[in-house]
């Protein structure tokens, strides 16, 4: 007899829904806040050339070691803090969680932000406690403070700028929620090289503070290859819920490569920011909708009917995100990856005709 998996499978995962990931095939894909500049012809043939000689045979060393040198080289990683490596920023998420989950845990973060802190703690069975931002999309200390104090969060996750909302907190904020925090707090840079702001630096200044980030929005997103920062007495405890060899040999090799050339990526990004600019200035010309200021490689804006717009976006060979419904704050909202000036231009024109039909 089959077994039902409604018998077997929890309730609160069966009540769950699987991250959405729209397909793209034939689209101008700026949905996913991607780096859409490839590498070189010549940094792409260095590359071939590790996927040769790349021993696949073998487990990838468990502690990555000239991952990590080069990532405290170019990342101006302390000298008193540690690194601990995932699949992708997602994985040091769930570890963080499953080191401090149990029946009393409780996870914070400002919303709206990444969903995946919610669903890890979800996953975990520990308790998720969202805290939301002010109208204007600003972080409100005392209140976040006082939901710290209601509800005691093991941990609590601060996205700096923020997804989806684009913006970076006030820093002065973000300090007096570290200092009154009970337990971990966590500062997602995962959009840091295009905000030019990061907690990494003072890192040595509060005990209880880890920075962690994603190569993905750098260019490498294929990859899949997040870090955390933090002082070694957190590393090791967080250490110890990471898989075996959870970050494969190619990553490592390739990772390796590519940032030996760091270079080329930081100058993709500037370009990034550059079209950034030329896109919110370009969506702030257009009458009826609202484009909310961004320290990332995305626009937020709000248009008079998301449902429409999305659909419209998408008939005419463009895919971005819609928010609507995610949080009340996100109402009649889409998020626009920046992508290179010819999809960009595409999206505009796209953008603007769609809009045209709103009447």
Same mark, same amino acid.
């Given at each position: 007899?089959?077994? =039902?998996?409604?018998?077997?499978?929890?309730? =609160?995962?069966?009540?769950?829904?699987?991250?959405?990931?729209?397909?793209?095939?034939?689209?101008?894909?700026?949905?996913?806040?991607?780096?859409?500049?490839?590498?070189?012809?010549?940094?792409?043939?260095?590359?071939?050339?590790?996927?040769?000689?790349?021993?696949?045979?073998?487990?990838?060393?468990?502690?990555?070691?000239?991952?990590?040198?080069?990532?405290?080289?170019?990342?101006?990683?302390?000298?008193?803090?540690?690194?601990?490596?995932?699949?992708?920023?997602?994985?040091?998420?769930?570890?963080?969680?499953?080191?401090?989950?149990?029946?009393?845990?409780?996870?914070?973060?400002?919303?709206?932000?990444?969903?995946?802190?919610?669903?890890?703690?979800?996953?975990?069975?520990?308790?998720?406690?969202?805290?939301?931002?002010?109208?204007?999309?600003?972080?409100?200390?005392?209140?976040?403070?006082?939901?710290?104090?209601?509800?005691?969060?093991?941990?609590?996750?601060?996205?700096?700028?923020?997804?989806?909302?684009?913006?970076?907190?006030?820093?002065?904020?973000?300090?007096?929620?570290i200092e009154r925090a009970p337990g971990m707090v966590v500062i997602d840079e995962a959009y840091h090289v295009f905000a030019g702001r990061s907690f990494m630096s003072r890192l040595p200044e509060f005990p209880n503070l880890v920075v962690m980030r994603t190569l993905s929005k750098l260019g490498l997103a294929g990859l899949r290859l997040g870090y955390a920062?933090?002082?070694?007495?957190?590393?090791?405890?967080?250490?110890?819920?990471?898989?075996?060899?959870?970050?494969?040999?190619?990553?490592?090799?390739?990772?390796?490569?590519?940032?030996?050339?760091?270079?080329? *990526?930081?100058?993709?990004?500037?370009?990034?920011?550059?079209?950034? /600019?030329?896109?919110?200035?370009?969506?702030?010309?257009?009458?009826?909708?609202?484009?909310?200021?961004?320290?990332?490689?995305?626009?937020?804006?709000?248009?008079?009917?998301?449902?429409?717009?999305?659909? /419209? *976006?998408?008939?005419?060979?463009?895919?971005?995100?819609?928010?609507?419904?995610?949080?009340?704050?996100? =109402?009649?909202?889409?998020?626009?990856?920046? /992508?290179?000036?010819?999809?960009?231009?595409? *999206?505009? =024109?796209?953008?603007?005709?769609?809009?045209?039909?709103? /009447?």
């Open positions: 007899m089959a077994v =039902d998996p409604a018998k077997v499978i929890r309730a =609160d995962v069966r009540a769950m829904s699987a991250y959405p990931v729209q397909h793209a095939s034939g689209m101008v894909k700026l949905d996913a806040m991607e780096n859409p500049h490839r590498l070189p012809q010549w940094l792409r043939d260095e590359v071939a050339g590790v996927f040769r000689d790349a021993e696949i045979n073998r487990y990838p060393d468990p502690d990555a070691p000239g991952v990590k040198k080069i990532l405290r080289e170019i990342m101006k990683v302390p000298d008193c803090c540690d690194l601990i490596l995932g699949n992708g920023s997602d994985e040091i998420i769930s570890m963080l969680i499953n080191a401090v989950a149990g029946p009393e845990a409780v996870i914070m973060a400002v919303a709206p932000t990444f969903v995946m802190f919610k669903v890890s703690a979800v996953i975990a069975r520990a308790k998720y406690v969202g805290v939301s931002v002010e109208n204007d999309f600003s972080l409100s200390a005392d209140q976040v403070i006082a939901a710290m104090n209601e509800h005691r969060p093991a941990i609590l996750f601060i996205a700096y700028p923020n997804n989806p909302t684009g913006n970076l907190f006030d820093e002065k904020v973000i300090q007096r929620i920062a933090a002082r070694p007495e957190w590393i090791r405890e967080i250490d110890k819920v990471r898989g075996p060899y959870n970050v494969g040999v190619l990553t490592q090799l390739v990772t390796e490569k590519i940032l030996a050339h760091h270079q080329v *990526l930081e100058e993709q990004a500037r370009e990034i920011v550059a079209e950034r /600019g030329r896109l919110e200035k370009a969506l702030h010309s257009m009458s009826n909708i609202t484009a909310f200021p961004s320290a990332a490689n995305f626009v937020l804006l709000r248009v008079p009917d998301a449902e429409k717009v999305h659909a /419209g *976006l998408r008939e005419r060979g463009v895919l971005v995100r819609s928010l609507h419904g995610a949080h009340p704050l996100l =109402d009649h909202c889409l998020r626009f990856t920046v /992508g290179t000036r010819h999809e960009n231009d595409l *999206l505009l =024109d796209a953008f603007g005709r769609t809009l045209a039909t709103l /009447g």
